[in-house]
């Protein structure tokens, strides 16, 4: 599977921001991160403070996603997709409920992104959100910034580059999300972040 090693930063452009970074930093050092403050981060506007993390790997989740369903099609296992569990009950083997009939294993692995056996009343705890990414086409002989960026203040800000099969890269710009259903235009939120994109990165689309 492709990678890269990127420097990860965490950027504030604000003193309430540098704030923020100031926990970070020693809840990060307390989790054995060897985290360093910083203000220098090749990104192309001045920060209040920032905080790196050397040598992180950067990819395409797509290819994880590629990378773990061949490993599993290779073990012998299959992949169905378009199916909804309902539920899983115990016994030996666990019986595996959906709408198109019961699948029977010794083993389940539950990997939603909510639970969906655990009665915790999930639905009304956790809080949808949405949020937005371009690829946007730097001009010629501009390189993107060299690391991956997020910022510590709202609306998020995410930056990082992505390699081209021909040799160049692309600048993958993220944030400025939203609760779902609460916005009344996505595009408006879309708008802001090529906004913000054009005019600190001066990026083409």
């Known amino acids: 599977m492709p990678f890269q090693y990127r420097d990860a930063y ?7 921001g540098a704030e923020h970074l100031v926990a970070e930093a020693n809840a990060s050092r307390a989790c054995g991160l060897n985290v360093k403050s910083t203000r220098e981060t090749g990104l ?12 992180q790997a950067q990819f395409n989740p797509m290819d994880v996603l590629d990378a773990l369903a061949a490993d599993i099609r290779a073990a012998g296992g299959s992949i169905v997709e378009g199916i909804r569990v309902m539920n ?21 692995v539950l990997a939603t992104g909510t639970p969906i056996l655990n009665r915790g009343l999930y ?39 992505y390699p ?17 259903g ?4 996505t595009q408006v939120h ?3 972040l090529l906004g913000w994109a054009n005019s600190t990165i001066r990026a083409p689309r």
Do not use: I
């Open 88 to 108: 899983v009950r115990n016994g030996d083997p666990l019986t595996v409920v959906t709408r198109k009939g019961e699948v029977r294993a010794r083993y389940a």
């Open 164 to 180: 081209m099969p021909d040799g160049g890269a692309l600048l993958l710009v993220g944030g400025f999300g939203h609760a779902g």
């Open 44 to 55: 192309p506007f001045d920060v209040d403070a920032a905080l790196r993390l050397a040598k």
């Open 190 to 192: 879309v708008n802001e």
């Open 182 to 185: 609460r916005a009344p235009s």
């Open 10 to 16: 965490t950027f504030a452009t604000t003193p309430t």
């Open 123 to 161: 639905f009304a705890k956790l809080r949808p959100n949405r949020s937005y990414a371009a690829a946007l086409r730097l001009p010629e002989g501009t390189s993107p910034p060299p690391g991956m960026y997020l910022s510590a203040e709202s609306p998020t800000r995410s930056l990082r580059d």
